[in-house]
């Protein structure tokens, strides 16, 4: 029997033995973490454990992981204008001819995060539309990890990339699992661009997390 069959066969026995448990998964999530627990995430099975998800019980995994990203990107959106968090300012850019990165701080762009794509990037393919799109991605990671080292609920994210064709919802799920609601412009006015081309690198713990945060507005009521 070749490798292949056995994968079919390992991935279709796998699912129906678990299916009560995956019927009742209301996310990707919990789907994904039966699948490790399993043993069956390898590039070469999870995309036949997949196809044996729709065949065996009508899940739709991806369908399900989009559905559940955009609601939470909807929740931390609704809870960033009820709560009216703070607001994190950054600038991103990528750049193919170099295969680098670069994530600025509005205002001050001594605190940055740039150099090379790493060989195992998920987003970034050699182009300029996905160093842009992978460059965003880290912008919206750095958020997050701003949010956690204040212990906030939310935030929100100002990004100013300078690709004009970033298909923005690729980043709502890396948004929603770290609270970060994103609003982005495009800017011809973009310091990380030349960042990308800076040598060597710099990695996100050293940049101060409490300076990415926008100043806030003095309360108008206030006497």
């Not at 906030?152 to 100013?160: G, M, N, S």
């Not at 960042?195 to 006497?223: H, I, N």
């Amino acid at each position: 029997m070749s490798d292949s069959s056995t994968e079919w066969d390992t991935a279709a026995a796998a699912v129906a033995e678990h299916a009560d448990r995956l019927r009742a998964a209301k996310t990707h999530r919990e789907i994904r973490t039966w699948a490790d627990e399993a043993k069956v995430t390898g590039k070469r099975m999870w995309p036949k454990v997949k196809t044996e998800l729709r065949k065996q019980l009508d899940i739709d995994y991806d369908a399900l992981r989009t559905a559940t990203t955009d609601r939470e990107a909807a929740e931390v959106s609704a809870a960033a204008a009820l709560l009216d968090v703070p607001t994190i300012e950054l600038y991103a850019a990528g750049d193919a001819e170099c295969d680098s990165f670069a994530v600025v701080a509005v205002g001050d762009e001594r605190e940055s995060w740039y150099g090379d794509f790493h060989p195992k990037d998920t987003i970034y393919r050699g182009d300029d539309l996905t160093a842009e799109l992978s460059a965003a991605d880290k912008a919206v990671y750095l958020a997050g990890r701003a949010r956690d080292a204040q212990g906030l609920d939310a935030v929100k994210l100002h990004l100013f990339i300078s690709h004009p064709d970033v298909d923005t919802t690729a980043l709502a799920a890396t948004a929603a699992r770290h609270r970060v609601a994103v609003e982005v412009e495009v800017t011809d006015m973009n310091p990380a661009v030349a960042m990308c081309r800076a040598p060597g690198y710099r990695q996100w713990r050293e940049v101060k997390l409490t300076s990415l945060f926008a100043p806030r507005e003095p309360d108008s009521g206030a006497a």
